[in-house]
């Protein structure tokens, strides 16, 4: 072999002889030994630390600051929560809000949050790779199931690992979780809480076993094909079926309906005649039954009119048959027994005019392209293939088909699903939280023969659903029970007895809850036993007139028969009693006139109750809380007096402020309200 | 090791899409008409949670000297920090105007969109929209407040809650209003809000509400009117961390 005679020359002048090797190798031993200290010395948070010492070198409050600063890589380590943290070692300021004015990064103070920062760390809401001690590799790297550092808009997904209640400080968590449960995802998809509690839809999708009863063919057809375009607020996704498969599914569900009603059953009578052609006295049924309560309707002008408990009703003559419309308003039950549609106990006359206006509200254009041949064995056979391929009965019940177990993902532990376990499509950025952005904005961009349907979420739903599956994580089912802020319990309570059977078919816990089972639209009954007094509970059973004049949603007029209401105030004052107080232990005939008058006093003066309540309607405006005109026949004078000492014990979360009153004062205020006895009739006659 | 090289190859390309969106100077399309002055239609002073889009889109509008919507002006937007405007750039439509949506950054305050545009003879036009970004604290301050004082404070009344604050003597502060709030002090609001208005000698029609609401509550409130103060409110002296 030869060799280039340069290289043999600087060989020779190396390693001639043995002193010049060892100069040599002493030469490469101590270049390969300064390899550490230089890249030591070029450290990156190194730079950003002294980067902060030239910041605040003219601050007054230099020394302080610095003093503070701790030199060197910071590691906060919390073996229980699995956090390994060194942000700290560059975002070296995150405790001096004094600096919240300088505002670079990373040098920003932590913004005020309800924990401590050492007790939590960072990575349990920013995510990111805590043990990193570079810029890149905390925040963005990806490798092998890494997690870059999570943006802004989706932090409260931190807060959702261990709070399953709804704080009201993480509204975009509440209402993620909220929109699973009311679209139906977890219908399809499992999802545990870190309690390890099978989140359940609120959505109650309606059985279709009857479904021929109620509507035809045309219609399933033209609202599987596009449920929006009948009604725009309907939760039902679009699952972008072809024609065919429309056709095939509409067959199946009319040939599996069976009757609701026996043979032999009375038919309800159907609107018509002198009934439909009363649009008017229609209407006025529809206002006084306070349907708009639940239902919505659309305006000339576009707008919604009404809550969202139950289906919209724009077009609602358009869907339903008039026979099953008639039999409905007056039982819903009948048809569907779990509906949350309370029994109204309309007259003959009443149910006709309210069959006949709602008959009216159609919409020649929905069905107007619809055309349906009669199916054939074939397509009725495709059909039930197809729903079983949907996942149809995920959702509904339907006769001859299963409800399917599992048959979407699993969500449990969505939020960290590894990036690698995901197949990435088009321009959809590589992290999870555009991942799941797109997969909810749009799932058949991943795949057009993917089952999952389209919703129609605004972009702050999508964040807020994103934000809800983010804080689905590993790590938070691995959290210390301790830390496990727990949720409302479900609970299964029921009312016994006769009056509990008429609470049941009344729908009560649609709007009003009592021991922790029911809706928040009205106000929780579960202690209203002691507030109330009977007779003005029976009274206003029968005819329900508001106590809030600015509100909306009011409690509908059931037609309840004197029993009935008997029954149901008798129940109410017997067993829903707060074990607080008891609810005789203060008489109000004890008062004086000159209590009254101290109480009038510091009712209209020291308190300023009239800023807020109407005593006297004359003179009184105002109007966030109920009026008062009648309260010394509507509450006992032990409530009143408890509720004025501290109103959150006894009903929580109410805005009336707890006023720290003495109970002299209270006493006096009570003697005041218990005097106000003002029936409507006196009033008129005074006028 | 495909992929491996595969995905490194395209994060950093996604990340720079992702958080260079900012910099990234979209050419500005070539202007049909020139205007004289630029105006705000709507979508300024909007508030949200830092780092997610605002709900209504911020639309500006290119008038001519005689106050006439100007069709085919070139507009470009700019925002500060991280927070994005899409699209940065366009030609105003028929209307005169140009309507673009803005997500913002991920820290608490203030983002300054600043519109420009041309005259015809080359002088900048500039227009500047602030919109506000709250943070945690300030967030559960907007929260405090739907509940406990925007039915008195807030004197725009909608179909879900009318507004109380025309049956008062003493009429509330409107929290944006910061001539009023930002001459008085946490201090003094923390106060007023806890022993309510007898507190600063003012209405009783004001509630205490020291013993219904949490002293971090109190604070979050304070620090949503601190937000939304227009004109916006200056931090002054030292401020303690309580973290």
Redesign the interface.
Same mark, same amino acid.
């Given at each position: 072999m030869r060799v280039h005679p340069k290289i043999a020359s600087a060989w020779r002048f190396l390693f001639a002889d043995s002193g010049r090797a060892f100069g040599t190798l002493a030469v490469v031993l101590v270049l390969c030994l300064a390899v550490v200290p230089v890249k030591h010395h070029f450290r990156e948070w190194a730079r950003y630390q002294a980067g902060y010492l030239r910041l605040i070198r003219h601050r007054s409050d230099s020394a302080g600051l610095e003093r503070r600063l701790q030199p060197g890589i910071q590691q906060t380590w919390i073996p229980e929560l699995g956090v390994v943290d060194r942000c700290t070692t560059c975002h070296v300021a995150t405790k001096e809000s004094s600096l919240m004015d300088m505002g670079t990064q990373p040098y920003r103070p932590h913004p005020a949050v309800p924990h401590s920062l050492t007790e939590f760390g960072c990575v349990m809401c920013h995510r990111g790779q805590g043990a990193a001690t570079t810029v890149e590799d905390a925040h963005r790297s990806t490798k092998a199931g890494e997690q870059a550092v999570l943006p802004a808009n989706y932090f409260a997904a931190g807060c959702g690992q261990c709070h399953q209640d709804a704080p009201i400080g993480t509204p975009q968590l509440n209402l993620g979780r909220s929109l699973l449960a009311r679209y139906g995802c977890v219908n399809c998809h499992t999802l545990q809480t870190a309690q390890g509690v099978t989140m359940q839809g609120s959505d109650e999708p309606p059985p279709l076993i009857h479904i021929g009863e109620k509507t035809t063919r045309q219609w399933i057809y033209a609202w599987l094909k596009n449920p929006q375009a009948y009604s725009t607020t309907a939760t039902m996704p679009d699952f972008k079926l072809s024609d065919a498969a429309a056709r095939d599914i509409s067959a199946y569900l009319i040939a599996q309906s069976t009757p609701y009603l026996a043979a032999d059953a009375p038919k309800a009578a159907i609107a018509g005649g002198a009934d439909a052609a009363n649009p008017q006295e229609g209407a006025s049924v529809y206002g006084e039954a306070f349907c708009a309560s639940c239902h919505a309707v659309q305006n000339a002008a576009g707008l919604m009119v009404g809550g969202d408990l139950g289906p919209e009703l724009t077009r609602i003559g358009s869907k339903v048959k008039p026979e099953w419309l008639a039999q409905w308003v007056r039982n819903p039950k009948v048809y569907f027994p779990q509906t949350a549609m309370s029994h109204y106990r309309f007259t003959e006359k009443q149910a006709g005019l309210l069959t006949g206006f709602l008959e009216a509200k159609t919409d020649s254009d929905f069905l107007a392209k619809v055309n349906l041949e009669s199916p054939t064995q074939e397509q009725i056979v495709n059909g039930k293939a197809l729903i079983n391929e949907f996942g149809c009965a995920a959702c509904h019940a339907i006769n001859r088909i299963q409800r399917p177990d599992n048959f979407a993902p699993e969500l449990t532990a969505v939020g960290s699903k590894p990036l690698s376990k995901i197949a990435f499509v088009g321009t959809v950025p590589h992290t999870l939280p555009d991942y799941l952005a797109a997969k909810v904005r749009q799932p058949r961009i991943f795949g057009a023969k993917l089952k999952m349907p389209q919703y129609n979420f605004t972009p702050a739903q999508v964040d807020a659903v994103v934000t809800a599956l983010l804080a689905q994580t590993e790590r938070a089912q691995a959290l210390p029970a301790t830390l496990r802020v727990q949720g409302h319990p479900l609970s299964n309570y029921h009312p016994a007895a006769k009056a509990g059977r008429l609470m049941e078919d009344m729908q009560c816990f649609s709007c009003h809850s009592i021991n922790g089972r029911g809706g928040t639209m009205a106000p929780d009954l579960t202690w209203e036993g002691s507030a109330v007094q009977r007779q003005w509970l029976v009274n206003f059973m029968k005819n329900p007139n508001t106590l809030r004049p600015a509100l909306i949603r009011r409690m509908p007029k059931f037609n309840v028969t004197d029993a009935e209401a008997e029954t149901l105030a008798d129940y109410i004052t017997t067993v829903y009693q707060t074990p607080a107080f008891d609810s005789d232990s203060l008489d109000a005939a004890s008062f004086t006139a000159g209590d009254r008058e101290r109480g009038r006093q510091l009712f209209y003066s020291k308190y300023a109750c009239q800023s807020c309540h109407i005593v006297d309607p004359q003179n009184d405006k105002g109007y966030v809380g109920p009026t008062l005109t009648q309260v010394g026949t509507r509450l006992t004078a032990a409530w009143v007096f408890h509720y004025l000492k501290n109103p959150q014990a006894l009903r929580p979360g109410t805005i009336e402020p707890n006023q720290n009153i003495s109970d002299d004062d209270t006493r006096a205020l009570t003697a005041f309200l218990m005097a106000q006895k003002k029936s409507p009739a006196q009033e008129a006659a005074k006028k | 090791m495909k992929r491996r090289g595969f $995905?490194i190859a !395209? +994060?950093p390309l @996604?990340?720079s $899409?992702?958080c260079g969106r900012r910099n990234a100077e979209s050419p500005l399309p070539q202007a049909k008409a020139f205007g004289a002055a630029l105006v705000e239609v709507s979508g300024g002073k909007q508030i949200a $949670? !830092?780092?997610? %889009?605002l709900?209504q889109p911020l639309i500006v509008q290119v008038n001519d000297a005689q106050g006439a919507p100007v069709a085919g002006a070139a507009v470009s937007l700019q925002v500060n920090d991280d927070a994005v405007v899409t699209p940065p750039a366009g030609l105003t439509g028929p209307d005169g105007q140009l309507s673009v949506g803005v997500a913002l950054?991920?820290?608490?305050?203030h983002y300054r969109v600043v519109t420009t545009t041309r005259d015809k003879s080359g002088k900048v036009i500039e227009l500047r929209s602030d919109e506000i970004a709250l943070? *945690?604290?300030q967030? +559960?301050g907007r929260? +405090?407040n739907e509940? *406990?004082c925007s039915?008195?404070h807030d004197s725009e009344s909608t179909? #879900?809650?009318?507004s109380?604050h025309d049956?008062?003597n003493a009429k509330p502060h409107a929290f944006t209003e910061g001539s009023f709030f930002n001459t008085r002090s946490d201090a003094d609001l923390s106060s007023i809000i806890t022993h309510?208005g007898p507190a600063l000698n003012k209405?009783?029609?004001m509630? %205490? *509400?020291?013993?219904?609401l949490h002293k971090?509550d109190i #604070? @979050?409130l304070i @620090?949503y009117i601190r937000a939304v103060s227009d004109p916006p409110y200056r931090?002054k002296g +030292? !401020? *303690? @961390?309580?973290?």
């Open positions: - | $995905i !395209v +994060l @996604a990340l $899409i992702g $949670i !830092v780092g997610s %889009p709900d950054g991920g820290m608490s305050g943070g *945690y604290q967030n +559960l929260e +405090l509940t *406990y039915r008195c179909a #879900e809650r009318v109380n049956n008062l309510g209405s009783p029609e509630p %205490p *509400y020291g013993a219904t971090t #604070e @979050a @620090a931090l +030292l !401020v *303690y @961390a309580k973290n």
